[in-house]
């Protein structure tokens, strides 16, 4: 008769195994309509970057093309990778992995225009003169 009433409790067909009565086995269930959700968002934005990359805005196509993937990562990490519904530890080392990744990109930048001035425009003296006499037509950087 023990072995009938275990029978009674495992409703899941593997035992409880110490996760109590309640509790799904897995971390979080997410709803069909927010992964398609999300996902048609991200095909969306995806969409208007390839869009935006045809527009000449100068130098702000860079940034709206960032700004952009920083939506569709924040997105992804979200909903995706459950962090919506994780523990706030998780998600500040994230944040503070993209912090640290941006204060590099600052750093590359400042660095850069620091030797602006001296850097060659378009392609070096001596690469120019080998793709003008062996390459006439090919897709060379002049400015």
Not at 64 to 84: D, Q, Y
Not at 111 to 140: C, F, H, R, W
């Amino acid at each position: 008769m023990a072995s009938g009433s275990h029978a009674a409790h495992d409703t899941h067909g593997h035992g409880s195994h110490g996760h109590g009565d309640g509790h799904p086995l897995v971390g979080h269930l997410v709803p069909y309509s927010t992964l398609l959700g999300t996902g048609f968002a991200l095909i969306v934005l995806t969409a208007i970057t390839v869009a935006v990359r045809y527009i000449d805005l100068g130098e702000a196509n860079i940034y709206i093309a960032i700004g952009i993937a920083v939506i569709k990562a924040t997105l992804v990490s979200l909903f995706f990778m459950h962090l919506r519904w994780d523990r706030p530890f998780n998600l500040m080392v994230l944040v503070g992995s993209m912090l640290f990744v941006i204060l590099m990109m600052v750093f590359c930048m400042m660095d850069v225009g620091q030797y602006e001035s001296s850097m060659i425009k378009g392609n070096a003296p001596a690469v120019q003169t080998y793709l003008d006499a062996n390459a006439k037509y090919a897709p060379v950087t002049k400015k």
